[in-house]
């Protein structure tokens, strides 16, 4: 049996946060198609909602990331996968992630897709959790803040912990898988 998760934003929360994004975003790119590119798999139900709140044109697109970090020496190796097809040159891009902690994968996928010549480019996360950030990065828009380390996995509303939870219609936390512990991981 699975850990209940621990209520952090509730259904209607999220609802309501959601709807004010679409509206800061339909404001500051008023009359202008956007490149909405959201990173798979955590951020599908965000974007979901998110993309229908946003009274613009777009086009929408997928990017797949993975983070390997070796434990022996700390190293940190990022992939993008299925990213070629994805028309940045000269495009408002807006990239959607479901949390930034430490903020090294996504500076490298912003790297990644600076290099395509896009017109405009700005982040939009529904957590962001400044207080782990190992790089300088902040997001554009954040649905939530979490300014203190929570010591504990988010998930619900599309993020998941060994693709569990994911179903849930609000976010909550459960404790810590014991090897993250070990590692310090979290989300």
């Given amino acids: 049996m699975r850990d209940k998760p621990a209520l952090l934003f509730s259904p209607e929360q999220i609802q309501k946060r959601v709807a004010e994004l679409g509206a800061e975003l339909g404001r500051t790119y008023a009359g202008e198609e956007i490149c909405v590119v959201g990173l798979m798999k955590s951020c599908l139900v965000f974007m979901a909602d998110l993309i229908r709140s946003v009274p613009l044109e777009m086009t929408c697109?997928?990017?797949?990331?993975?983070?390997?970090?070796?434990i022996e020496t700390a190293a940190t190796c990022t992939d993008i996968i299925y990213s070629s097809d994805i028309p940045y040159e000269d495009?408002?891009?807006?990239?959607l992630d479901d949390i930034i902690?430490?903020?090294?994968?996504?500076?490298?996928?912003?790297d990644h897709i600076r290099e395509h010549?896009?017109?405009s480019l700005r982040v939009c996360v529904l957590i962001d959790k400044p207080g782990e950030r190992k790089v300088e990065?902040?997001?554009?828009?954040?649905?939530f803040t979490l300014n203190e380390p929570l010591g504990r996995?988010?998930?619900?509303?599309?993020?998941a912990l060994d693709e569990r939870y994911r179903e849930l219609p609000y976010l909550g936390s459960i404790p810590l898988p014991a090897a993250r512990r070990e590692t310090g991981g979290a989300s």
């Fill in 117 to 119: 010549g896009p017109r």
């Fill in 61 to 70: 697109h997928f990017l797949q990331s993975s983070s390997l970090k070796e």
């Fill in 101 to 110: 902690d430490t903020g090294i994968t996504l500076s490298f996928l912003l």
């Fill in 153 to 159: 996995f988010i998930v619900g509303y599309g993020m």
């Fill in 91 to 95: 495009r408002h891009v807006l990239l």
């Fill in 137 to 143: 990065l902040t997001p554009d828009w954040a649905a």
